[in-house]
């Protein structure tokens, strides 16, 4: 006494098959797509301009120096979601001590687009002017500095999936007291 006859029986293992087959099908369409096109891309970040709008050296009573940098950063986003990311700030050290900070406003970068970052660092030596280093490299003209920028948002693909997420750029600035004139070099991660 069964509920259902031979052929319905035979019908419903049919489409349980082939759901099953398109649920492999998809699973297997989903893996491809996060490990080829989702998979997220750490951004690529290029300094376009590094200037130096100010030097200020007092050597008496105690030597002091005041240094304004212009930077333009120009951040790659490789990935196929967009970041917006929340207000920051950009720290900056001398040989590990406290140097500067600049603040970075919130903003969008869109997906697989490029995205300038503007900022005015001020650093002033009364944070690192005791550093053992510091005279040394006064008067060698170079001096060395560290930028490091955590920024905090959401990463949007297509409009529909949204993760959080944490990108942490580093950038080696060198100024060049003598010639007045600054380099960097970035690189950056992105977490989540």
Same mark, same amino acid.
């Not at 297997?28 to 096109?37: E, K, M, N």
């Not at 979601?81 to 903003?107: H, K, L, Q, W």
């Given at each position: 006494?069964?509920?259902?006859?031979?052929?319905?029986?035979?019908?419903?293992?049919?489409?349980? =098959?082939?759901?099953?087959?398109?649920?492999?099908?998809?699973?297997?369409?989903?893996?491809?797509?996060?490990?080829?096109?989702?998979?997220?891309?750490?951004?690529?970040?290029?300094?376009?301009?590094?200037?130096?709008?100010?030097?200020?050296?007092?050597?008496?009573?105690?030597? !002091?120096?005041?240094?304004?940098?212009?930077?333009?950063?120009?951040? !790659?986003?490789?990935?196929?979601?967009?970041?917006?990311?929340?207000?920051?700030?950009?720290?900056?050290?001398?040989?590990?001590?406290?140097?500067?900070?600049?603040?970075?406003?919130?903003?969008?970068?869109?997906?697989?687009?490029? !995205?300038?970052?503007?900022?005015?660092?001020?650093?002033?030596?009364? =944070?690192?002017?005791?550093?053992?280093?510091?005279?040394?490299?006064?008067?060698? =003209?170079?001096?060395?500095?560290?930028?490091?920028?955590?920024?905090? =948002?959401?990463?949007?693909?297509?409009?529909?999936?949204? !993760?959080?997420?944490?990108?942490?750029?580093?950038?080696?600035?060198?100024?060049?007291?003598?010639?007045?004139?600054?380099?960097?070099?970035?690189?950056?991660?992105?977490?989540?």
């Amino acid at each position: 006494m069964g509920c259902c006859s031979p052929r319905t029986k035979k019908a419903l293992k049919i489409g349980c =098959g082939i759901t099953a087959i398109l649920l492999i099908i998809l699973l297997i369409v989903a893996i491809i797509l996060y490990f080829t096109i989702l998979k997220p891309k750490d951004p690529k970040v290029t300094t376009q301009s590094v200037t130096l709008e100010s030097v200020r050296f007092e050597p008496f009573p105690a030597l !002091h120096l005041n240094i304004t940098i212009g930077l333009i950063l120009t951040i !790659h986003n490789r990935n196929y979601g967009s970041f917006t990311y929340d207000n920051s700030i950009a720290y900056v050290t001398y040989r590990g001590d406290p140097a500067a900070e600049a603040p970075i406003e919130a903003d969008t970068i869109p997906a697989r687009a490029d !995205h300038d970052l503007k900022t005015t660092v001020l650093v002033d030596s009364d =944070g690192f002017s005791k550093n053992p280093n510091f005279s040394g490299d006064v008067f060698s =003209g170079c001096l060395n500095f560290t930028s490091s920028t955590t920024l905090h =948002g959401k990463v949007t693909v297509w409009k529909v999936l949204k !993760h959080k997420a944490t990108t942490v750029s580093t950038c080696d600035i060198s100024v060049f007291t003598k010639f007045l004139n600054a380099t960097s070099v970035c690189k950056s991660k992105i977490k989540f």
